[in-house]
């Protein structure tokens, strides 16, 4: 059973993307601009560390969702038409 068990964790971790893959994801790329001031208190820092932890895990989520994606496949072209155009009626040479 512990065998079982070793060789699904193993399994397992070796199934996502690999952190190359991740790492040139559009969200991978962009970097957080700083908003505010650091925090001056115990419970601001606290406060602080976990907005950055939520962002830091959103952009994770957003990069593994980016290299989950299908491709877009371009737009079909619109078929040929086989119809010439109607030349245009000849004027008459007299008036």
């Known amino acids: 059973m512990r065998v079982f068990i070793a060789t699904l964790v193993v399994l397992s971790a070796c199934a996502g993307p690999g952190q190359a893959r991740l790492a040139e994801s559009p969200t991978a790329r962009t970097r957080a601009t700083p908003t505010e001031a650091p925090p001056a208190s115990t419970s601001d820092r606290d406060r602080d560390e976990l907005v950055k932890s939520m962002d830091s895990m ?14 877009t496949p371009p737009a079909p072209r619109p078929p040929p038409t086989d119809a010439q155009p109607t ?4 004027s008459p040479d007299r008036p």
Do not use: G, I, L
Request: hydrophobic share 30%.
């Open 87 to 90: 030349p245009a009626p000849a």
């Open 58 to 71: 959103k952009d994770a989520q957003d990069a593994h969702a980016e290299t989950h994606k299908k491709p």
